[in-house]
Structures are given as C-alpha cells and as structure tokens.
C-alpha cells in the first residue's frame, strides 16, 4: 500500500465549477502537510499547507482529518488556470522535512 | 531573487555510462533534498541532506546512486552505470533552516534524465 493515496483523476470540469479532491496517509505519526501544485514538465510548487482546523486561501479550502489519515482540497470558481496536478504531500516524522508525495490528481478545466 | 538551479536540464545518455546532476540550492539554505520522479509516478525521496552531511540516504535506490554536498551549498548526484529504469526527471528542492517538517521547501526545475 502507497503512503499517500490519492484518485489519480483525471478531473475534467467546466470554469466555474467546483472540484474536491481527496487524499489518505498510511503514517499516523505523520506531521505535517501539504497540497503541491504541478503544471506539465514543470517542478512542485507548494499551494498551501493543511492544518486541522481547516484553512482557505482564496478558491481553495484544504482539510485535514487526523483521526481518518484524510486531507482534502475544495477549489471553488475553477479557472482554466487551475488547469493541473495536484499533489497531496505529507512530512515524514523522522524530525525533519521528508516529504512523501502521492501520485496526484489531474484537473483539466475546460471553456 | 534566484530560486533553486540544477544542470543540466536535460541529459541524454547511454546505458552503463555515469552521469552527474548539479544542484545550486537558494543562498542560505541548509536543508537540500533530492527526489525522483518517474513517468506517470509521483515523487520518490532519494537523499537529505543538511548542511554537508546526509542523516538520511534511505531512498537512495541502489549503490550506483551517491551524492555529496560540499561547502553547505552546491550538490551532486551522481548515478554509474546508469541503466534505464533510472530514466526520470531528479528534482532538488531547499529548504532554510534545519529542514524541520513545517518548512517550505522550494523545488529546481528538475533534470530530465533520458537513458538509451
């Protein structure tokens, strides 16, 4: 079983929709996390990091549910720029910053 | 300001012959990580490394694969005898402080490394 597991997708919606994706972690221990976007042949950039209480930035929401190992992300409004892979990433709990990322989820917005 | 560097950005090479990946973290940073990305895979830990020494080779996938860091800044990975399933994109990422499990870490453009 992968650590991090996510819907490989793809997720095909039209702008203005709204999108969730969802991810599950195997390490209860696990510390910290993470949603990473990543555009075609292009490096992770980090969207925004996960904590328990919920956070939002903008069109996106992430979640965090510690007692199921379960991280989601909500994207209202989709832009055609939203257009990529997300990727649920978690820390590893070694006392530092290893980063274990699942497979990603494609979302393609389309007109 | 710069951002994380690697070279080359992509590398074309027979099989059984060694490569060498560079990577120039952000000035300052002490935390440099590589991962590897394969086609259609997500990304794989390979190496950490905080400041010259590496506490945790663990994803390092066979003896062929090393990497060093000298002077707290630049780093090598370098892969011998290379063989195709090592084709995939070898991402550097940084991070400022004593990679803690909060920090940011800030990804190069990968070198996408092609083996015949």
């Known amino acids: 079983r992968k650590e991090v597991e996510q819907d490989p997708g793809p997720f095909n919606v039209p702008e203005g929709a709204t999108v969730a994706f969802n991810c599950t972690y195997s390490?209860?221990?696990?510390?910290?996390f993470f949603w990473y976007r990543q555009d075609c042949r292009k490096e992770p950039k980090l969207l925004m990091s996960?904590?328990?209480s919920g956070n939002e930035d903008g069109r996106f929401t992430a979640q965090l549910n510690r007692a199921s190992q379960y991280i989601s992300l909500l994207i209202r409004d989709s832009k055609l720029s939203d257009s990529a892979t997300y990727l649920c990433?978690?820390?590893?709990?070694?006392?530092?910053?290893?980063?274990?990322f699942g497979a990603g989820t494609r979302l393609a917005v389309h007109p | 300001g710069a951002g994380v560097s690697q070279s080359p950005s992509n590398k074309v090479t027979e099989k059984g012959k060694d490569v060498e990946l560079r990577c120039d973290p952000i000035?300052?940073?002490?935390?440099l990580y590589w991962y590897r990305q394969s086609l259609g895979q997500g990304l794989e830990f390979l190496i950490y490394?905080?400041?010259?020494?590496?506490?945790?080779k663990s994803g390092l996938p066979s003896d062929r694969f090393s990497a060093e860091r000298t002077g707290g800044s630049v780093s090598t990975l370098t892969i011998q005898r290379t063989q195709q399933e090592d084709s995939a994109v070898y991402l550097c990422?940084?991070?400022?402080?004593?990679?803690?499990?909060?920090?940011?870490?800030?990804f190069g453009p990968g070198t996408r490394l092609l083996v015949l």
């Open positions: 996960v904590y328990s």
């Open positions: 990433v978690v820390s590893s709990s070694g006392g530092y910053n290893k980063l274990i």
């Open positions: 390490n209860s221990a696990s510390q910290s």
């Open positions: 990422a940084s991070s400022p402080k004593r990679g803690l499990a909060e920090e940011t870490q800030y």
């Open positions: 000035s300052g940073h002490t935390a």
């Open positions: 490394f905080q400041g010259n020494s590496a506490p945790d």
